[in-house]
């Protein structure tokens, strides 16, 4: 029997945010990122809000009722940014990172100038079994 799923809303953050940081748990970038665990179960989840909070606002994501995962995805197209945008992402992401914020910028700037931008799709997917 197949898990039913629906288009999550800002009721649901919370939830997505939980299912991220559960899932993205010992994930090879993330772990660079946030140099030990204890760093990364205290910083990820405001991370995860910001990447949530951006995707309900020009994205769409969906979850698992059961809350067994989520799907986030968004228009390459919505990466494209004003120098005055890309100045507030980056302070947004200077306080969400924390002491993780140079690792975070980092890889922000590596993804960025590595992803196509245009007709194509950013897609976040992370599914975790229910407890």
Same mark, same amino acid.
């Given at each position: 029997? *197949?898990?039913?799923?629906?288009?999550?809303?800002?009721?649901?953050?919370?939830?997505?945010?939980?299912?991220?940081?559960?899932?993205? @748990?010992?994930?090879?970038?993330?772990?660079?990122?946030? $140099?030990?665990?204890? &760093?990364?179960?205290?910083?990820?989840? $405001?991370?995860?809000?910001?990447?949530?909070?951006? +995707?309900?606002?020009?994205?769409?994501?969906?979850? %698992? $009722?059961?809350? @067994?995962?989520?799907?986030?995805?968004? !228009? *390459?197209? +919505?990466?494209?940014? *004003?120098?005055?945008?890309?100045? &507030?992402? $980056?302070? &947004?992401?200077?306080t969400v990172g924390s002491?993780?914020?140079? #690792?975070?910028? @980092?890889?922000?700037?590596? +993804? #960025?100038?590595? #992803?196509?931008?245009?007709? +194509? %799709?950013?897609?976040? !997917?992370?599914?975790?079994?229910?407890?």
């Open positions: 029997m *197949s898990t039913p799923i629906r288009r999550a809303t800002s009721a649901d953050s919370e939830e997505l945010v939980g299912i991220l940081v559960d899932g993205f @748990a010992g994930d090879p970038i993330l772990m660079w990122i946030y $140099e030990t665990d204890e &760093q990364y179960r205290r910083l990820a989840p $405001e991370l995860f809000r910001w990447v949530v909070e951006r +995707t309900l606002n020009v994205g769409e994501a969906y979850v %698992a $009722e059961d809350g @067994a995962g989520t799907l986030l995805g968004q !228009a *390459s197209s +919505t990466l494209e940014v *004003s120098d005055e945008e890309d100045e &507030q992402i $980056e302070l &947004q992401l200077r002491d993780a914020a140079e #690792h975070l910028l @980092a890889f922000m700037k590596a +993804t #960025h100038d590595n #992803h196509p931008i245009g007709d +194509t %799709a950013a897609v976040y !997917a992370m599914w975790r079994k229910p407890s």
